[in-house]
């Protein structure tokens, strides 16, 4: 069951804010919070979400059809690969951030909307999110970190709400897949893409293509560690994609991680 003091807290703080922009990306904290704020502030809520070469296009494709659902205001902004991360810097996540909630911002304050909020969780802050120095710069607020919600009580409350990505599998974007100091390009984020695509479509919930050069690594959860090391499914997938496909390959079964290299 769903927390009445913090689920209404959530709502109450919600509504403290007036108009409000959620920047929205599908996954299961910013579902939860738009469903909530939806019911907080009716008409009085709008979802943007960014459209980028290092966003996979099956995530903006449901991330539309959640907030069609959910009957939100949507809108998508374009955003390029910025200068300032060009050759993946450590702190591309810090400059990402801080460049697409300044458009974010940008279209909320032209179209009258009071502030920005996305949905940073109590369990983010233990661990490495380097881009909430940005959130906290730009002054987005973050109604899920305010009000204590940690990631299983997002879950168990989205399940209760019968929201369909309480189950969701955690994602990051694709510069995660790319080491430090390389040099971004579109066609890798395609590669890399309709790698991890693929393998989902054959059953594989969680999988991480990282790519070092020559050298392809896939990332699996623990679950699909059998499923991975079948040799007939393994020489398919090497077939299928080709960013798996090169010169050499490292298959790891242990869990994945999303701060990279």
Same mark, same amino acid.
């Given at each position: 069951?769903?927390?009445?003091?913090?689920?209404?807290?959530?709502?109450?703080?919600?509504?403290?804010?007036?108009?409000?922009?959620?920047?929205?990306?599908? =996954?299961?904290?910013?579902? !939860?919070?738009?469903?909530?704020?939806?019911?907080?502030? =009716?008409?009085?809520?709008?979802?943007?979400?960014?459209?980028?070469?290092?966003?996979?296009?099956?995530?903006?494709?449901?991330?539309?059809?959640?907030?069609?659902?959910?009957?939100?205001?949507?809108? %998508?902004?374009?955003?390029?690969?910025?200068?300032?991360?060009?050759?993946?810097?450590?702190?591309?996540?810090?400059?990402?951030?801080?460049?697409?909630?300044?458009? %974010?911002?940008?279209?909320?304050?032209?179209?009258?909307?009071?502030?920005?909020?996305?949905?940073?969780?109590?369990?983010?802050?233990?661990?490495?999110?380097?881009?909430?120095?940005?959130?906290?710069?730009?002054?987005?607020?973050?109604?899920?970190?305010?009000?204590?919600?940690?990631?299983?009580?997002?879950?168990?409350?989205?399940?209760?709400?019968?929201?369909?990505?309480?189950?969701?599998?955690?994602?990051?974007?694709?510069?995660?897949?790319?080491?430090?100091?390389?040099?971004?390009?579109?066609?890798?984020?395609?590669?890399?893409?309709?790698?991890?695509?693929?393998?989902?479509?054959?059953?594989?919930?969680?999988?991480?293509?990282?790519?070092?050069?020559?050298?392809?690594?896939?990332?699996?959860?623990?679950?699909?560690?059998?499923?991975? !090391?079948?040799?007939?499914?393994?020489?398919?997938?090497?077939?299928?994609?080709?960013?798996?496909?090169?010169?050499?390959?490292?298959?790891?079964?242990?869990?994945?991680?999303?701060?990279?290299?």
């Amino acid at each position: 069951m769903i927390s009445s003091d913090k689920y209404n807290q959530l709502v109450e703080y919600l509504k403290s804010l007036g108009k409000v922009v959620i920047a929205f990306s599908g =996954g299961v904290d910013s579902t !939860f919070l738009l469903r909530v704020a939806k019911d907080a502030l =009716g008409d009085n809520v709008k979802a943007v979400t960014i459209l980028s070469p290092y966003i996979p296009r099956w995530e903006i494709a449901e991330a539309k059809e959640l907030v069609k659902e959910l009957g939100v205001k949507h809108e %998508i902004i374009e955003a390029p690969i910025i200068e300032a991360i060009k050759y993946n810097p450590e702190d591309r996540c810090y400059l990402c951030k801080t460049a697409v909630f300044s458009m %974010i911002l940008s279209v909320a304050k032209e179209q009258g909307y009071d502030c920005v909020v996305d949905g940073t969780n109590f369990d983010d802050i233990s661990d490495y999110r380097p881009g909430l120095r940005a959130l906290k710069e730009l002054d987005v607020k973050s109604p899920l970190l305010v009000c204590k919600f940690t990631k299983a009580e997002i879950r168990a409350c989205s399940k209760e709400l019968n929201l369909n990505t309480w189950d969701k599998p955690p994602y990051a974007c694709l510069l995660t897949r790319i080491p430090y100091g390389n040099q971004l390009k579109v066609e890798d984020f395609e590669k890399i893409e309709n790698a991890e695509k693929y393998m989902m479509s054959i059953g594989f919930r969680a999988v991480r293509v990282r790519c070092h050069g020559d050298l392809a690594r896939v990332e699996v959860s623990k679950e699909d560690r059998s499923k991975l !090391f079948d040799g007939e499914l393994l020489d398919t997938i090497v077939q299928q994609t080709p960013v798996i496909n090169a010169k050499n390959n490292l298959i790891k079964s242990s869990n994945y991680i999303d701060k990279y290299v």
